[in-house]
């Protein structure tokens, strides 16, 4: 069964460092989704993305958030300046349009900001 | 999107039929209502999806009244991997899912 995958699984770096967690779609799926659970807490919305531009984002989804499709199968969220309060599981997820709202998660990727 | 309520959490045991229902008074008509359940540092994983009426699949029914304004998540039989927080969310069919706190089902042996 085709499924999303991230990477990595786990991330730690310093605040005010850069970071980029990367998530590889199904591969015939076209809206893309970007989502964070800090720790005990619910998901959270940030945005989705369709057709190559950001369809949605949520107030958490600010000017240190960005995403990309670079090519046919990445698609990245980069926090540029990471603050302590970003430490969260942040999970990729996609959809297909033919069928029902059953969007696929991948595994997270867990980042620690110090 | 509309709001849901649903139970906190719940208890069962082993091998009993599971019922969660969730409140959703304010959906529109174009919204489906989704159910996800999430295991612990896992991604949520999609279970089951209605308009109206009863759905049912491998893992689960779901009963929605004619009115739309709740639905219920039954999980025939659990055992002691069903324990995970259940989600009940409402929206169209491409819609930013929006979750609630869930429902937290503990199953005991």
């Known amino acids: 069964e085709p499924e999303v995958t991230q990477t990595p699984s786990h991330q730690v770096t310093q605040m005010g460092q850069e970071v980029i967690l990367r998530c590889v779609p199904i591969s015939n799926h076209l809206y893309f989704y970007w989502y964070r659970q800090i720790l005990g807490q619910k998901v959270e919305f940030l945005v989705s993305?369709?057709?190559?531009?950001?369809?949605?984002k949520s107030e958490i989804f600010d000017d240190q958030f960005s995403v990309e499709r670079p090519d046919g199968s990445n698609f990245t969220l980069k926090i540029r300046s990471t603050k302590l309060e970003d430490s969260a599981m942040y999970f990729c997820a996609s959809l297909r349009t033919d069928s029902n709202n059953e969007q696929f998660f991948g595994p997270g990727t867990r980042l620690t900001v110090l | 999107l509309a709001k849901t309520t649903q139970p906190i959490s719940m208890d069962s045991y082993e091998g009993q039929e599971v019922n969660i229902t969730c409140s959703h008074n304010n959906i529109a008509t174009n919204d489906y209502i989704t159910w996800y359940q999430q295991f612990p540092s896992q991604g949520p994983r999609f279970i089951i999806q209605g308009y109206k009426t009863k759905v049912t699949n491998e893992v689960a029914s779901l009963f929605i009244p004619a009115d739309r304004k709740s639905s219920t998540l039954s999980l025939p039989r659990v055992s002691l991997s069903d324990t995970a927080v259940y989600y009940c969310l409402v929206g169209g069919r491409t819609d930013k899912l929006i979750f609630g706190t869930g429902t937290r089902l503990q199953v005991f042996p």
């Open positions: 993305f369709y057709n190559n531009e950001i369809s949605e």
